[in-house]
């Protein structure tokens, strides 16, 4: 088994005891990572907090290789190396005030994420001000750029991109090809329990190891 | 040849041929079952110790036979490439939340950066690189999934299927030719701590 | 064209060119074309893109001795089946059924992507949020179809189900928006049905969708096809002239019977008595010219309620919302689409119709009965593009190729390694022939170095596996070295590639070595402009094989060449294939 690779400054971290986080993530950065009760972080997933904080709220699922603050600025590349990545937009420190919905403590560089957010495996959500609403989903190899806020139960399909900067308004389905839809199910709820079963089904599967990070 | 050789080879090969990259990370390693001849390349991960959690002979009583805890299996002949994710889906049944086995037969090629949540992948399969097969998708034998398809959840893929797109479809047939494309032995051969060079 | 470039093969396939067929008598070892350049076949003509096949696309008929293409072989369909819940479905069904699965199998009308059978969310109350367990039995009515892709659902164009199965039964009676809709055997009932005899038709013409108003055509035209005496009423009212009289309805339907009725005169006379339908029950449609509706609805709605192209031909026909003129042209008027079945077809050769592929009928299985493919008859042709970089002297070196789909040189020579592997367990002679520029407006030169040579048979694979590795290498190395070493002078400069050498020989297999000379793309002044992919370089190749094959029995007079009594006989096969070897630098 590879050691984990663990790169760079260790952050300063503020975890709830309820949390589940797995050996083999990995955070790096230097600005503080928080992360809220129930929430759980996979494997190989990657939290970086150089550019700025990095908030993850109540019952998250961030899943293996996502990788969540980091930007070109900081040097770091994302993990997905064979899918092609149109070259990272630098992000710019202008687009910071946009951050409207994130939490009063966002610095300019961070990151937040609301409730019940699935980050799915691969998926990159770039620092700057970024804010990810309560209950949306970040698809397989999904692109959220740098100070772009996504509102509430939205879905990112896997391998779309939200463009940096961009608004995107709550239950927006974010299609690969562009093209962007309203989700009508009206199943916020029972997406939400859904999660958290799910999280009572990781929370038992996974071995936290949350004081390695400490 | 011998001269640039590391100490340590790049791969672990088991008594069964398999030869599984040191980079790879295998989480759950017990519930990884592996035909044999399979190859697991570096920065590969595989989700074992996301098991089944909900087991439907326990509920209806009777005698509890041996719980098959195998998360993922491998057949023969596979190749999983470099960043590629396997791990197994998940869904709710009965109002409870639990992971199903991920199943894959022989011969079966995983490009490079693929995930895969299927819930069971047949024989003589080629996934393209950069491509997402979403929960519970049923792959069948004879399928070519083209570089950066995005398989949506449940999906079926009927035999000798060519698929592409975001989301997929069914763009084409595996003509009666192109049966011997998918054979993996010699590909299995050219990779490992002593590689042999691609035949012509 | 930023794209490498993946150098390919293509074969011909002989059913396009009729003057390929009966050539086979002409032709010296060293042409095979009688008079070489001049018909030399040309990659870049219109034609040739219909002929052209990778050799896995190609058959092979064992009685004709001649490739067959997916173009010319006649196809006959052994099964049906859904691609989706992969049921068999037979084909006694399809007339009553139609060529969509009736179970529940549908696709998203948005994005194709496969519907979920989910149950919808009954209201929860807002006051029970903190308490986690209300929902344990989560598969209770009422269900809806869920796009796992796109998220959207069936209540988006207000369709719900009450059962969990049969879902195509189920949506057959339901329009959009919830009202029910008759299908057409109750509609039959209730045409017999006394109870609504005396009662108004129960459809005015917008619930006629195309099913409907085909069923109540066809029950009009029967009617009156049955019953000749009561539609005298009807030629009195309208008449013997215009467009709906019926001396041109028979004309319109002898064009389309194939003028079976005009011969027939009782036919003809019942026809003369026919009259048009003329309202909604008997099959009128009146085109809705009024669009003011959905203007209207384009306005408040605006672009992204419309449905695509795209999306509205995806539609199954028969299962859409109001119909012929207005096609469905928003999104809330799209329906889930019934996946279309599959089918798993057999094989026939043209000429002889020996059964050339025939697949297990199972719809499980992958095994063929009989799979006859060109690649077990004829060899393959992979290319590779060889760097012969000057210096390093040895074989080994040079087998290393240039930065694979980098753009050739203009008018600088390159190399391609071109292996013929045999796939048959008889030695075969290989004569290649290629033009000596290659045909359309930008003439590269190719010359093939060694244009003859024999490929060993594909023994038994078990000898080559059991030796061990460095005997094979070292077999390797012998058999290029023998090739260099006759060669004379070794490969260090291109120049000295020896001709009528090979390159490299394995157990089935050979490689020779083809020079091009890249012509330029420089356009005069006045030219046109390069067209797409013209700047591909594609040479045609002759290829002949030549083997001696055992007399099978079975076969007696099936043998193109003179069969004798001896055990064996020569056989022989050409065509053309194309080489995509790179793309030109532009400059």
């Known amino acids: 088994m590879a050691p984990s690779a663990q790169s760079g400054p260790k952050p300063p971290v503020h975890f709830s005891s309820s949390l589940t986080i797995a050996e083999l993530a990995v955070l790096t950065g230097a600005h503080h990572i928080s992360i809220h009760s129930e929430s759980v972080i996979h494997p190989r997933a990657r939290l970086d907090s150089l550019a700025g904080r990095v908030t993850i709220g109540r019952r998250c699922v961030v899943h293996e290789r996502a990788m969540i603050g ?52 691969g998926a990159t959500i770039e620092a700057g001000g970024t804010a990810v609403g309560d209950g ?79 | 040849m011998s001269s640039r050789r590391p100490p ?33 390349q570096p920065d590969a991960i595989i989700r074992g110790d996301l098991v089944r959690t909900i087991h439907p002979s326990s509920q209806s009583g009777g005698n509890a036979a041996p719980q098959n805890n195998t998360a993922i299996s491998i ?34 090629f995983i490009g490079a950066g693929s995930v895969v949540q299927a819930a069971s992948i047949g024989s003589h399969v080629h996934i393209g ?64 701590n002593n590689p042999q060079p691609a035949p012509h | 064209m930023a794209t490498a470039f993946t150098p390919y093969s293509y074969i011909q396939c002989p059913c396009s060119d009729i003057t390929l067929t009966d050539r086979r008598s002409g032709g010296s070892p060293t042409t095979s074309e009688p008079d070489g350049d001049d018909h030399a076949f040309d990659p870049r003509a219109p034609r040739s893109s219909f002929s052209l096949y990778p050799l896995e696309y190609l058959m092979y008929c064992e009685d004709c001795h001649q490739i067959r293409c997916p173009r010319c072989v006649a196809e006959e369909i052994v099964t049906y089946y859904c691609p989706n819940c992969l049921f068999e479905v037979p084909s006694s069904n399809l007339k009553s059924e139609g060529n969509r699965c009736n179970r529940s199998c549908f696709q998203c009308p948005v994005c194709i992507g496969p519907l979920a059978i989910t149950s919808v969310e009954t209201k ?221 077809r057999s094989k026939r050769c043209p000429v002889c119709r020996h059964i050339i592929s025939k697949p297990e009928s199972k719809v499980q299985t992958t095994r063929f009965r009989i799979r006859l493919v060109a690649g077990s008859y004829i060899p393959s042709i992979s290319v590779r593009q060889l760097a012969l970089s000057g210096g390093t002297g040895t074989g080994t070196s040079a087998s290393g190729a240039a930065v694979p789909g980098a753009p050739l040189e203009p008018l600088k020579p390159a190399y391609f390694l071109l292996t013929f592997k045999n796939p048959i367990f008889e030695t075969i002679k290989v004569t290649l022939g290629a033009p000596v520029t290659t045909p359309g407006r930008f003439a590269s030169r190719v010359t093939v170095i060694c244009p003859e040579f024999e490929v060993d048979a594909n023994t038994d694979v078990w000898d080559e596996a059991l030796k061990d590795n460095a005997e094979r290498d070292r077999e390797q190395r012998r058999r290029r070295g ?27 297999w050979v490689s020779i070595v083809v020079e091009v000379v890249p012509a330029s793309l420089a356009l005069a002044p006045g030219d046109p402009p390069l067209r797409e992919d013209e700047d591909v370089l594609e040479i045609p190749m002759s290829v002949r094989v030549e083997w001696e094959a055992e007399m099978a029995g079975d076969e007696v007079g099936a043998a193109p060449s003179r069969s004798n009594s001896e055990a064996r006989e020569k056989r022989e096969l050409a065509y053309w294939c194309v080489l995509g070897l790179g793309r030109i630098r532009q400059r």
Request: glycine share 12%.
């Open chain 2, 75 to 108: 057949g023969r002949y596979c190749f999983l490439s470099r960043n590629c994710c396997l791990r197994p889906p998940g869904r709710l049944y009965k109002g409870a939340f639990t992971y199903m086995p991920l199943r894959m037969g022989d011969h079966v």
């Open chain 1, 70 to 121: 980091g930007s070109a600025s900081s040097g770091l590349t994302s993990a997905r190396s064979s899918v092609a990545s149109p070259g990272v937009l630098s992000p710019t420190a202008a687009v910071a005030g946009s951050g409207g919905e994130a939490s009063q403590s966002a610095t300019p560089q961070s990151v937040t994420l609301g409730d019940y957010v699935t980050v799915e495996v």
């Open chain 1, 136 to 214: 949306t989903v970040v698809g397989v190899g999904a692109r959220v750029g740098a100070g772009a806020v996504v509102g509430k139960h939205c879905t990112l399909t896997p391998q779309s991109v939200v463009s940096p900067g961009e608004v995107v308004p709550d239950f927006t389905v974010v299609l690969a090809n562009g093209m962007r839809r309203t989700d009508r199910r009206g199943m916020t709820e029972l997406k939400n329990k859904g999660l958290a079963r799910q999280i009572e089904v990781l929370r038992r599967l996974i071995s936290s190891k949350p004081a390695k990070f400490a």
């Open chain 3, 482 to 508: 023998e090739s260099i070493s006759a060669g004379g002078g070794g490969i260090n400069s291109a120049n000295q590639l020896e001709v009528g050498k090979i390159w490299e020989r394995g157990r089935n």
């Open chain 2, 129 to 192: 690189a950069g491509s997402v097969i979403g929960e519970f998708a049923i792959i069948k034998d004879y399928v070519r999934i083209l570089d950066g398809t995005v398989v949506p959840p449940n999906m079926v893929i009927p035999s000798f299927s060519i698929v592409a797109g975001q989301p997929a479809r069914v763009i084409g047939e595996v003509p009666e030719g192109g049966h011997e494309a998918f054979e993996l032995r010699d590909l299995y051969k050219t990779v490992g």
């Open chain 2, 8 to 40: 340590r080879g790049e791969y672990i090969e088991t008594d069964t041929g398999n030869k599984v990259a040191r980079k790879a990370t295998l989480v759950g390693t017990q519930n990884i079952m592996l035909g044999g001849k399979t190859v697991i």
């Open chain 3, 124 to 344: 929860p109350d807002p006051n029970l949020l903190a308490a986690p367990d209300n929902s344990a039995t989560p598969l209770a009515g009422p269900y809806a179809l869920t796009c796992s892709y796109c998220l959207w659902t069936s209540t988006e164009v207000g369709i719900q189900f009450d059962k969990h199965n049969g879902i195509h039964a189920q949506l057959a009676k339901l329009r959009n928006g919830g009202t029910t809709r008759l299908t057409a055997k109750e509609r039959k009932e209730r045409r017999k049905d006394p109870s609504y005899k005396g009662q108004p038709p129960p459809t005015d013409s917008q619930d006629l969708d195309h099913e409907a108003q085909f069923a109540n055509l066809k029950a009009f035209y029967q009617g009156q096809l049955a019953d000749p005496n009561a539609a005298d009423a009807g030629l009195a009212l309208l008449g013997d002239l215009g467009f709906s009289s019926p001396t041109s309805l028979s004309r319109i339907m002898s064009i389309y019977t194939g003028g079976g009725l005009l011969h027939d005169k009782k036919a003809k006379a019942r026809l003369g008595a026919m009259r048009e339908a003329l309202d909604p029950d008997e099959g009128l449609l009146v085109a809705s010219l009024d669009e003011s509706a959905a203007i209207a609805k384009l306005r408040s709605e605006g672009l992204d309620g419309t449905a695509s192209a795209a999306q509205r031909l995806g539609q199954a026909p028969n299962l859409v919302e109001p119909p012929l003129h207005g096609r469905e042209r928003f999104l809330d008027s799209l329906r889930p689409v019934p996946h279309l079945l599959r089918t798993k």
